[in-house]
Structure formats: C-alpha cells, structure tokens
C-alpha cells in the first residue's frame, strides 16, 4: 500500500509539473534544490535504496486542507 501510495504522490507531482508552466531560471534551479534537501532531511532509505517519505498531519483539518488544495491545483 505504501509503495502504491509513493507511485500516487509521484504521478501527481509529475502531473503538476507539466501543467504549470515553468522557465529554467537559476531562481527556479535554486528552490528546486532546495525543497529536494529539505524533503531528503525527512525520508529514509528503505532496503532496495529507494527514498521512503513519511508524513504526520496535525489533524484532521489538516487533511481536508490539503486535499483541497490539491484539488485545486489539478481542478
């Protein structure tokens, strides 16, 4: 379930990428960096090396919000 989960995040996000239009800025190369050395301080590497992300919301409004907002991306 959770690698089903992973492929989920990871479509979505290549979904996300396509649609929003993006220029190959040195400011665009440097947050990207970014948010890939902070995603990297919160995963783990499983046993075939593969990045593991997991995740704990504050609550359930939490949830709501976020899916909402992902739905509003994509919608």
């Known amino acids: 379930m959770a690698e089903a989960g992973g492929q989920l995040i990871a479509a979505a996000c290549t979904f996300l990428g396509e649609r929003i239009p993006q220029k190959a ?34 609550n359930e409004a939490a949830l709501e919000n976020l899916s909402r907002s992902l739905a509003a991306l994509l919608g």
């Open 25 to 58: 800025t040195n400011g665009a190369e440097q947050m990207a960096r970014e948010f890939k050395a902070r995603l990297e301080e919160c995963m783990e590497r499983d046993e075939k090396g593969r990045p593991r992300l997991t995740i704990t919301l504050p």
